[in-house]
């Protein structure tokens, strides 16, 4: 017993750690912010970070890499589940801009930080992407057949770049901003 609740405040505090850095990270940059800082935040001392993470790096490293795989999971689920291609067009950019508001300390950081990750981690995540972008393009693909590779390609990315936005124009407790840009979305990727 005592176990599990020591394992569960661990897990708990590592959690904090990790929402109170993508915060920091997101509003002052990664190299801008102390590893006092980042305990303070939390309530502890600087250097207890290293009983959560081996180094200030290797938290951003986790933020970026787990915030690609959550998206990718997500992705997936959803292809998964949705019957049609086109519903599935639709619930993948709902998804999207339902992550990029829930978290755009994240998405700000990625905008910013992620060249800086070390080599191991950078691949790690810019596979995830691809990853992403390779189901994304399947659904687009199916609903657009006569679209070239690199027309989908470049629509592809430009909605990305457009729903990761959503942080500097959508309210998180306002649809409205979210509403627009979805429907910006999906004209940029299926209109003519």
Sequence with gaps: MTRTWRATLKANRRASLLRSAAHLFAERGFAAVSTIELGEAVGMSGPALYNYF?????LLC?????????????CRD????????????????EFHLDFATADPDVIRIQDRE?????????????????????????????????????????????VFGLLNSTPYSASPTGRGAGSILAGMAHRALLGD
């Design 114 to 158: 992620l060249a800086q990750l070390p080599r191991e981690a950078n691949h790690e995540v810019r596979s995830l992407q691809r990853w992403y972008v390779q189901e994304w393009d399947r659904v687009l693909a199916a609903l657009r057949p006569g679209m070239s590779d690199a027309e989908r390609q470049t629509r592809l990315l430009g």
């Design 78 to 93: 959803i292809l998964d589940e949705a019957a049609t291609d086109g519903e599935r067009l639709d619930r993948l950019i």
């Design 62 to 74: 986790e933020l970026l890499v787990d915030a690609s795989s959550r998206l990718l999971a997500g």
């Design 54 to 58: 081996p180094s200030k790096e290797a």
